[in-house]
């Protein structure tokens, strides 16, 4: 259990609202608060459980703007959110401390911290997260934005992501964080080729048999597009579903994506057969 939310019942669907001009395959569209809160309103009408809003862009290649210029996106938009849908849980997706505890401050509920496992961006996070008592989502990476894609070197990348997953966890707690609040993402697409990728959906099972809640952000990603041979990001939606599909028969728990209203189609389609 995290936070009292019911775990295994059903899947969770994240919606991904970039607030950023250079995101891979949505940046610009969402910079304004009211283009921001619009998304928002489509996507909890659509089932969205939890909004996921990012100011600073992780595509391979990103620049990194700083605490101040990545605050200035994301306050206006957070806050107009969560007036506007106060039911809704919001989640904040940033690697730097104080600009999570501004976004708590203004009403977010999760911290998502793509640089929580492998390669910790602000040490400062962990004491922020245990004083906060909020989930706090750690993915596996390599590097920053710049260094990632030249660092997809693993052996056996399941086990390699599952120990690097447990030594952050192991970190984590040893900060003062509770295990409850703690949600594991083997992070799809971050340091990993391809293969990787596909062989890291196939070992989910080890990954959950660790105890942790799963959380895959596989949404319109690269790696769905070497194989489908699709090269525009928005053309990937129907393979995004198809690893939602099997990414849920294996164990994952929440699916962050772009396209909310057919993933949770997909979800409820899926946890049917699977949950029973």
Known sequence: M??????????????????????????????????????????????????????QSTRPGAAEVGAAAELARLLPALRAIRAACPAVLLSVDTFLAPVAEAALAAGADWVNDVRGASSLR???????????????????SRGD??????????????????????????Q???????????????????????DQNLALLRGLPSLRAEGFPLLLGPSRKRF??????????????????????QAISAGADVLRVHDVAPIVQTARMTDAIVRG
Request: charged share 20%; proline share 6%.
């Open 2 to 55: 995290v936070m009292g939310l019911p775990w295994g019942q059903r899947t969770l669907v994240m919606g991904v609202i970039n607030l950023t001009p250079d995101s891979f395959s949505d940046g610009g569209r969402f910079e304004r608060p009211e283009q921001a809160l619009a998304q928002a309103r489509r996507m909890v009408a659509a089932g969205a459980d939890v909004l996921d809003l990012g100011a």
């Open 172 to 194: 984590a707690i040893a900060a003062g964080v509770q295990p409850e609040q703690l949600i594991w993402d083997p992070g799809l697409g971050f340091a990993k080729t391809t």
């Open 224 to 245: 769905i597009g070497a194989v489908l041979d699709q090269p525009r990001a928005n053309g990937r939606l129907w393979g995004t579903a198809a690893v939602c599909a």
């Open 122 to 140: 602000d040490p400062a996070m962990l004491e922020l997260v245990a004083a906060a008592g909020c989930p706090y989502v750690l993915m596996h």
């Open 145 to 170: 934005s710049a260094a990632m894609d030249g660092l997809a070197s693993h052996g056996d990348v399941v086990a390699e992501v599952r120990e690097g997953l447990r030594a952050a966890s192991d």
